[in-house]
């Protein structure tokens, strides 16, 4: 089939690329120049694990293109997906200006049939908002499906290739049709492509989100009691999660989800909420407690310098807001890095990949290291922000020899409490006993 998708964000990127794998001739289209010849000539503008791969393998065979020119991906499109940014208002809403400016822009232009696709995290009733501003212009046949995505950074790849389910709203035969066919190929074990309404599909999304993120509150205020009572919530985690209805995933505690869906999307969710004259109490708690859980750690470095963090030199493992990705929006780190300047604190960190972001976005206001042990050289305590693979077996022996005070706070729960305390490292976590 003949696909275009316009924005070439992460979601659009791996849409473009997913679908290309599958034979489907795609077109992708975005503003920035400089990003469409970077991506023409084989560079993938974001780290996702695998996309490297496909990109390479598609673009040469020539099913993978891109362009800046909007006209040419509409002309070439049966269905295009609008994978365009949603960012949030500063009231917490999602901002429509690039999804409603496309939607101008396709119904100024096109002369026939189109499925038009949000892939967007967008709110209840964009749909309808996309069809009128599209219908506005045009007297040509299309149809809008509300079509969210799923995707984990760090797993978008596979999340694509072998979602759980696909969500279609449409109220049309037609687009559903051509959808069903589109996702045929991705959904051979038997998984289902669920078909809705426009709406339920968009809150579908934001309710699945909201959903995990409300989880995984739950499970950090049950951490937080856990070290009021001296009960640990690993014994806890694992008790709940073997009943089959609560699960075992998103019951890891810790110092708050981050990234660019849940803090967005539990805000969005929240205030058309409002809009529709409705309280959401919960999510109003969730977004409380997240924001307070970012620094949890940081009346437990406080109290172990005595209040004094001044001068103190802090190394800190782990940048990104989630291992296997180099994104820092809403990290939790780096709400621990503010914290730790205003208190005096110096920071030298670390990550696998996340670097080039924070230096970016932070400039000189802390120092980065080439390697996790080279930030402990005259660090007086060790912070972990991220659980990546490689900071989960360190070699506690240089850690102490390297350290001026053998600490660890560790917000992601990393290491076993018996262990640290036969190693005679302190440790900080998060709603276990503190040794
Ligand atoms: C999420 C959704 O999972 C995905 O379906 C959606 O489309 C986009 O948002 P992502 O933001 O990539 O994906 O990350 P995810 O792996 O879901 O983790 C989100 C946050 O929750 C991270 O900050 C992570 O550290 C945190 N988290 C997750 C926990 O604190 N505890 C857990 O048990 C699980």
Not at 26 to 51: A, F, R, T, W
Not at 301 to 326: C, M
Not at 409 to 414: Q, V
Request: proline share 4%; glycine share 8%.
């Amino acid at each position: 089939m003949k696909i275009t998708v316009v924005g070439t964000g992460y979601v659009g990127l791996v849409t473009g690329t997913c679908l290309a794998e599958t034979g489907n001739e795609v077109i992708c289209v975005d503003i920035d120049e400089n990003k469409v010849k970077q991506m023409q000539s084989g560079e993938v503008p974001i780290y996702e694990p695998h996309l490297d791969v496909l990109f390479e393998r598609n673009i040469k065979a020539g099913r993978l293109t891109f362009t800046t020119d909007l006209h040419k991906g509409l002309d070439h499109g049966e269905i295009i997906f609008l994978a365009l940014p949603t960012p949030e208002d500063e009231d917490g809403s999602a901002d429509l200006r690039y999804v409603l400016g496309v939607a101008k822009d396709i119904g100024e232009y096109i002369t026939d049939y189109k499925v038009i696709v949000d892939k967007s995290t967008v709110p209840v009733g964009t749909a309808d908002r996309v069809r009128e501003t599209i219908a506005e212009y045009t007297s040509t046949e299309f149809d809008v499906v509300s079509n969210p995505e799923f995707l984990r950074e760090g797993f978008a790849v596979d999340d694509f290739l072998k979602p759980e389910r696909i969500v279609i709203g449409s109220s049309s035969e037609r687009a559903i049709e051509l959808m069903k066919r589109l996702y045929k190929p991705f959904v051979r074990s038997g998984n289902p492509i669920i078909v809705m309404d426009e709406k339920s599909a968009e809150l579908t999304k934001y309710a699945s989100n909201s959903f995990l993120a409300a989880k995984i509150t739950f499970m950090n205020e049950i951490a937080n009691y856990c070290e009021k009572v001296g009960a640990d919530v690993d014994h806890v985690r694992r008790g709940m999660g073997t009943d089959s209805r609560i699960g075992k995933r998103f019951l890891f505690p810790g110092i708050g989800y981050g990234g660019s869906c849940f803090p967005k999307d539990v805000k969005a969710l929240h205030k058309s909420g409002k809009d529709a004259n409705f309280e959401f109490k919960i999510l109003s708690s969730v977004i409380d407690i997240n924001n307070d859980q970012k620094t949890v750690l940081m009346p437990k470095i406080e109290s172990y310098f005595k209040g004094n963090l001044s001068g103190k030199k802090i190394a800190l493992w782990g940048l990104a807001f989630k291992p296997e990705t180099d994104d820092i929006r809403e990290a939790p780190s780096l709400y621990m890095v503010d914290k730790l300047i205003a208190a005096g604190a110096n920071v030298t960190a670390f990550d696998p990949e996340a670097m080039p972001n924070v230096k970016r976005k932070l400039k000189d206001k802390i120092d980065f290291a080439n390697g996790m042990y080279e930030t402990l050289d005259g660090a007086d305590a060790l912070l972990i922000c991220t659980e990546w693979s490689i900071f989960r077996t360190p070699d506690f022996n240089k850690i102490k020899e390297k350290l001026n005070n053998p600490v660890i706070f560790d917000g992601r729960n990393l290491y076993d409490v018996e262990e640290m305390q036969d190693q005679n490292i302190s440790y900080y976590s998060i709603g276990r006993k503190t040794v």
